[in-house]
């Protein structure tokens, strides 16, 4: 009964046909919004430009309105590179069980802290919060892998990860926002945590849900620097190791001998964008997706009945 | 564990400790749901903790950490005698508080703006769009920002020389550098940063918007009674957070735009540091002792802040 | 308040708890670390056994890279390759120490600031000594190239193999220099013979450049990579320099060089030459790659960076991608700059970069295989395969001499076949095979060997590194070395900032004030040590 209530109450309606008639100011808002379009859009575009523009064109024009001279040459180079797909591999493992796992952290600890007192909970907050702040650093972090027999495997690339307070904390305060009477009604229903937990408080969350998600999903696309201390494996590396390894720029002049071997000056700036575009597109396809929670609003039905 | 303290202390307030002992126990499903975060940030944050101490040691690699002698404050010495560490310290915390101010506010309005904006598909687009920068490298906007504020070969100056403007410096200036900073933070942060306030705002009760139109309020009201009452909790979190987050003034951003001429209004800990384990070799103990300082001044922030956000009526973290 | 005791407690007790538990581990790992340390084995001769080498260095990871199996037919090893990522080479290397995970052989970016690092370890036992060179002969030979490796022993045992720098088989001069555009320069009636210039001369060049725009596209005159900034400065007064400690002996006691009244020649010099328009506007905000870039681009007339032939021939072909038509050998020269003094100037530079160090724990039997391998790699087999590939499938030798097997690209240029492994890169005994690349033309050989060549003592001040200066060991000295950075740091601030030679000397003055406090301690350090 508590649970057709509760499906009923969820409508999808937009908080903006609720407006009143239009104004100048929506004119207003337009023009702001397009004209920070173009200054977000054009130097992504331009990097687009610059990867699959030859390296003489890129030196004659490095700043592009329209492409000539298009070469591939530079994925090319790229996806011929023998790791990379055993990066992109490694990596969407790490983010699919990572994100996972740490939603579950996130969502478990960020709701059991929302609710009321209990016992140890003011001392479980600054403990949880000194951790923000003050941490063992990379050699005992790297002790601990080792004796927990993590080393050079993925779930080193993962465990470690855990839970981000920032993130924890952003969710906790929403927690916290939620009327009381949502949970008081459920309880009178007869309803147990856990049961609130799924049920109600979830979706109605859904758009803190998917921004945090969305933010792990990033925060593990682009974790590298575990795998340099923990993996020797390199087909065990995460997509943006094997990138920055098959990119690393020629910094001082002794390291000119050292890498007269490699590929590496190619193209420079054309293989740095394609590895970029290779490296981003993927994960900035992922809020579209979430968007869909946001744009348009859950609405909240009569908390009675 | 924890209990045992509790209840010892506890019990001086004056509280039987029946009542305490049930208290847990009617809570216990509690203590089970975030009983795997809690491990987690045991085994993964609090064993490896001994590592701070190395801040205040001479590390020897053989004996590890806890083996190591103390050197007291050495480590820290170090690097706060040389003045060029203080120059840069200010510039922390004046470009953190800038950032703060500037910088801050933009999230939110861009949000608000968004979910006035009529047409869907085009807010989807739009909102979309304005989160590309965040996945730009600074690096790579080193190079736009360049093209656009250099002395010489920049568009701004170019279009200043040609309506007969005077010309900035903002890459040689060190008066108009950190303006760069700012307003080139903006840019790159602000769309990405206004995700959580739309999600926020999105969230809000449609019932709300209906009732507001019927009494006849516009959108602004709408803006001010509705919409910012509901991020408010959230841009009072954010807010704090960032307050204690100041002593990191956003390493990669001012390494890629910087250079000798703007040091002293510039560089930062974090770049000071940096250059220095180039130009010498300092021990790594000394990062570990400026990262030890840090946390200590951001942690005391956070919890000035909070102390202040509680005080004015708003929820805090602790 | 009570709450705040509490939290001190507890997190007393976690972290008094958490460290109890780790340094019972820790000190277990220190003593049975003891315990291996004494293991002697007699096998040294022979390859029969088997045996597995952890190698770490800046390679690009690949398992089928055909040295690695030509090193495991031959010396019957199995080699594991780890892979160092160039920006977190310090932390891998202290972490994988710190942790009891040292490779066998671990490359080491070591500079003469961390040889007191090098010294703890070696008195640790976590390094292991090289062993004596008369069974390893091209080890030898190479180590005799090397003067400088006498000051890597620590306490006479030498733990850190060197590499060498191949780049500059003559002498021990630095390739910084500067390329200009000499077609332009004709262009502007300003080219000279041998591209000799003197700096009166060179820097009236540069105002044609800029005045003149022989380029086309708004030619900006002269740029300096970040690293070599303040080169040209030099020739007013040679002795302010980076790569060589800035201290020398005046009336028998050290003085510090960027405080002697020289020293603001060569402030009042670039910021006049910035003031006149001489230097690329926006050269000191600009990035090394755009500057190379630009160059390549033909928008830019003269520009200071180490000119060595691979970096020469780059630019050449990318020079070329972007304008077809340009002949690089009559475009494109290297200037023989003259100082003050009528002289050319340059500094002398430490023939060698990074080394490899051994793991302490490592058997005997296993350093002799290593000691073996890099021996052959020193020689010429070995360099043949760091240089040309695979014999047989790349090149095959005739009657004593080399033929190349390469295959060629759709511009008829030999490719060279990409294998990734950099352990094959021991700092071969390469001078000479350097200058055998068959894609490099022989005219910019040329161009980088006459100016290398023509730097001879009595034609040039060449700037010595004193080694006793360089590895000096004292508490100062190794904190702050000789403030290099912060000195053209300052000059470049002054240069883009002063409003006239007094401004710039004033400036200048009262930094140098600012600086000596600090300064003085490393002057007392080196003096109480004469």
Redesign the interface.
């Known amino acids: 009964m508590a649970k057709q209530d509760m499906e009923s109450k969820t409508k999808r309606r937009s908080s903006v046909s609720y407006m009143t008639k239009r104004s100048p100011l929506d004119a207003v808002i337009f023009v702001i919004i397009t004209l920070g379009f173009i200054i977000m859009v054009y130097p992504f575009y331009n990097s687009f430009l610059i990867s699959i523009v030859s390296k003489a064109q890129y030196l004659k024009t490095p700043f592009m309105l329209y492409p000539k001279d298009v070469t591939w040459q530079s994925y090319e180079i790229l996806f011929r590179t023998p790791t990379l797909w055993d990066g992109y591999k490694v990596t969407l493992i790490v983010v699919f069980f990572g994100v996972l796992y740490n939603m579950f952290l996130t969502t478990t600890l960020a709701y059991g802290l929302s609710r009321k007192r209990f016992p140890g909970k003011g001392i479980l907050m600054n403990l949880i919060i000194v951790t923000m702040y003050f941490g063992g650093g990379m050699i005992p972090s790297y002790l601990l892998i080792k004796k927990l027999g993590l080393m050079n495997r993925i779930s080193a690339l993962i465990l470690p990860t855990g839970l981000n307070t920032f993130y924890m904390l952003i969710m906790r305060n929403y927690f916290q926002s939620l009327p009381a009477s949502l949970e008081e009604s459920a309880k009178i229903d007869g309803a147990r945590d856990l049961t609130i937990l799924f049920r109600i408080i979830l979706p109605i969350s859904a758009p803190v849900i998917s921004t945090i998600t969305l933010f792990y999903a990033l925060d593990r696309w682009n974790d590298w620097f575990g795998a340099v201390l923990y993996i020797k494996d390199v087909k065990k590396y995460p997509l943006q190791l094997v990138l920055r390894n098959a990119l690393s720029i020629v910094i001082t002049p002794e390291m000119d001998h050292v890498l007269k071997n490699s590929i590496k000056n190619k193209s420079p700036m054309g293989l740095k964008m394609a590895a970029l575009f290779l490296s981003m597109i993927p994960i900035m396809c992922v809020y579209p997706f979430v968007q869909k929670y946001f744009v348009n609003g859950i609405m909240v039905g009569a908390i009675k009945g | 564990m924890e209990t045992g303290m509790i209840s010892s202390s506890r019990s001086k307030t004056g509280r039987p400790k029946k009542s305490l002992v049930r208290e847990i126990k009617a809570n216990k499903h509690i203590y089970l749901l975030i009983l795997p975060a809690v491990l987690f940030y045991l085994i993964f944050h609090y064993v490896p903790m001994y590592g701070v101490t190395l801040a205040f040691k001479k590390f020897n690699f053989v004996k590890g950490i806890t083996g190591s002698k103390w050197v007291g404050l050495t480590n820290f010495k170090y690097i706060i005698s040389e003045p060029e560490f203080w120059n840069a310290f200010k510039n922390t915390i004046i470009i953190s508080f800038g950032k703060l101010i500037w910088g801050f506010p933009m999230p939110i309005i861009l949000a608000i703006l968004f979910s006035e904006l009529r047409m869907n598909r085009y807010k989807k687009v739009a909102q979309t769009v304005f989160t590309f920068p965040n996945f730009l490298s600074w690096v790579i906007v080193a190079g736009f920002v360049r093209a656009i504020f250099a002395d010489e070969s920049g568009v701004y100056n170019a279009l200043m020389t040609m309506l007969h403007l005077p010309q900035k410096s903002f890459l040689g200036n060190p008066k108009h550098f950190r303006s760069l900073l700012y307003l080139t933070g903006i840019w790159k942060g602000a769309g990405w940063g206004s995700i959580i306030y739309l999600a926020t705002i999105s969230s809000v009760d449609p019932t709300l918007y209906e009732a507001a139109a019927i009494d006849g309020a516009g959108r602004i009201r709408n803006i001010i009674h509705i919409k910012w009452p509901a991020i408010k909790s959230t841009v009072v979190l954010l807010l704090l957070l960032n307050i204690g987050g100041v002593m990191s003034a956003g390493f990669d951003q001012i390494f890629n735009l910087y250079n000798p001429t703007v040091y002293s209004t510039g560089d930062i800990i974090d770049t000071y540091v940096y250059r220095l384990s180039f130009e010498r070799a300092p021990r790594f103990e000394v990062s570990v002792a400026v990262d030890t300082f840090k946390s200590v001044i951001n942690f005391m922030l956070l919890f000035s802040a909070d102390r202040f956000a509680k005080l004015i009526g708003e929820r805090g973290i602790f | 308040m009570?709450?705040k005791k509490?939290?001190i407690?507890?997190?007393c007790l976690?972290?008094m708890l958490?460290?109890v538990?780790?340094?019972c581990?820790?000190?277990k790992?220190?003593s049975s670390?003891a315990n291996e340390k004494g293991k002697q084995n007699e096998n040294t001769g022979n390859m029969d056994k088997k045996l597995k080498l952890t190698i770490a260095d800046?390679s690009?990871?690949?398992v089928?890279d055909p040295m690695y199996k030509i090193l495991a037919k031959k010396f019957n090893v199995e080699v594991d390759p780890?892979?160092i990522?160039?920006?977190?080479w310090?932390?891998?290397a202290?972490?994988w120490?710190?942790?009891g995970?040292m490779p066998d052989a671990l490359d080491y970016e070591l500079?003469p600031?961390?040889m007191e690092?090098l010294g703890?370890?070696a008195d640790?036992?976590?390094l292991k000594e090289i062993p004596s060179l008369d069974k390893y002969p091209n080890m030898k030979a190479l180590y005799d190239q090397i003067p400088e490796a006498e000051h890597l022993k620590v306490n006479g045992k030498l733990y850190a193999w060197p590499k060498l720098?191949?780049?500059n088989p003559y002498n021990s001069i630095d390739?910084?220099s500067i390329a200009y555009r000499r077609d332009w320069a004709e262009k502007v009636g300003m080219a000279k013979e041998n591209d000799e210039y003197t700096i009166d001369e060179f820097l009236e060049l540069l105002k044609k450049f800029k005045d003149e725009d022989p380029g086309g596209q708004g030619t900006l005159p002269y740029s300096e990579v970040s690293?070599f900034f303040g080169y040209i400065a030099n020739s007013q007064y040679d002795k302010l320099t980076k790569d060589v400690l800035n201290y020398e002996k005046k009336d028998g006691k050290f003085v510090w060089i960027p405080a002697q009244p020289e020293a603001v020649e060569n402030v009042k010099f670039l910021n006049q030459m910035y003031r006149d328009g001489l230097f690329?506007?926006?050269f000191?905000?600009?990035?090394d790659?755009?500057m190379i870039?630009y160059f390549?681009?033909g928008k830019l007339g003269a520009l200071t960076n180490?000119w060595?032939i691979?970096?020469i021939n780059?630019t050449r072909k990318?020079m070329i991608?972007?304008d077809p038509n340009l002949d690089f050998e009559k475009a494109v020269g290297i200037v023989k700059l003259k100082g003050k003094d009528g002289k050319m100037f340059n500094t002398e530079y430490a023939n060698w970069?990074?080394a490899m160090l051994f793991n302490g724990q490592m058997e005997d039997a296993k350093m002799d295989r290593l000691m073996s391998i890099i021996d052959w790699m020193h020689g010429e087999e070995g360099t043949r395969m760091d240089f040309f590939g695979i014999e047989g499938k790349d090149y095959k030798m005739q009657d004593g001499k080399m033929q190349l097997l390469w295959e060629k690209n759709e511009n008829g240029d030999l490719v060279?076949p990409?294998?990734?492994a950099?352990f094959r890169?021991m700092g071969s005994l390469g001078g000479e095979f350097n200058m055998e690349d068959p894609n490099v033309p022989e005219y910019v050989k040329n161009l980088y060997l006459n100016h290398i060549k023509d730097q001879t003592p009595e034609a040039a001040n060449i700037r010595k590194r004193d080694l006793d200066l360089v590895y000096f060991k004292g508490k100062n000295m190794?904190?702050?070395?000789d403030f290099?950075?912060?000195t053209?740091?300052?000059i470049?601030?002054i240069t883009?900032?002063a409003k006239g030679p007094e401004d710039a000397e004033s400036k200048y003055t009262k930094w140098v004030e600012?600086m000596m406090p600090r300064v003085q301690k490393v002057l007392d350090e080196l003096n109480s040590s004469l």
């Open positions: 009570g709450k509490r939290l407690s507890l997190f976690l972290a958490s460290a538990f780790m340094g581990n820790g000190s790992d220190a670390r800046l690009e990871y690949d089928e780890v892979e990522s160039w920006d977190t310090e932390q891998q202290n972490t120490i710190a942790g995970d500079k600031e961390k690092i703890e370890w640790q036992g976590i720098r191949g780049d390739s910084k690293y690329w506007k926006d000191y905000s600009t990035d790659g755009t870039d390549n681009a180490n060595t691979g970096r780059d990318s991608e972007v970069w990074s060279k990409a294998y990734k950099q890169y190794t904190k702050y070395v290099a950075q912060e053209f740091d300052e470049l601030q883009i900032s600012s």
